[in-house]
C-alpha cells in the first residue's frame, strides 16, 4: 500500500490545516518520529557486546540518521513558516 493510500487521513487533516508542502512534512515528521520510537523499542533488546547499556551500533546509526532526518525537516518547515509570516511564500 502507497502512503498516499496507508496515511489518506492524516494527509488530508494536515494538507487542509498547514497547507499542502507543510501538511505533507508535517505527516513525514509523524512517520520519522514513529520510527524513533520503534527503533528505541528494539535498541533495549539489542544491547552492544562493546557498550553494555547502549544499543547495538547498528542501531545507534539508525537513530542517528532519523533524528537528523527529523531535525531537517523541523527547519524546512519552520523555515516555510518564517517565509508565510514575512509575506515571501
Do not use: N
Request: charged letters at 30%; glycine letters at 6%.
Amino acid at each position: 500500500m502507497s502512503v498516499w493510500d496507508d496515511r489518506k487521513d492524516a494527509l488530508e487533516s494536515h494538507e487542509f490545516q498547514m497547507g499542502i508542502e507543510r501538511g505533507r512534512l508535517a505527516v513525514a515528521l509523524d512517520l520519522l518520529t514513529d520510527a524513533l520510537v520503534l527503533t528505541g523499542q528494539h535498541g533495549v533488546y539489542c544491547q552492544s557486546a562493546r557498550q553494555p547499556g547502549k544499543p547495538a551500533m547498528d542501531i545507534q546509526l539508525i537513530d542517528k540518521c532519523l533524528t537528523d532526518a527529523k531535525e531537517l525537516v523541523i527547519s524546512v518547515m519552520t523555515e516555510m513558516k518564517e517565509r508565510r509570516k514575512a509575506g515571501l511564500a
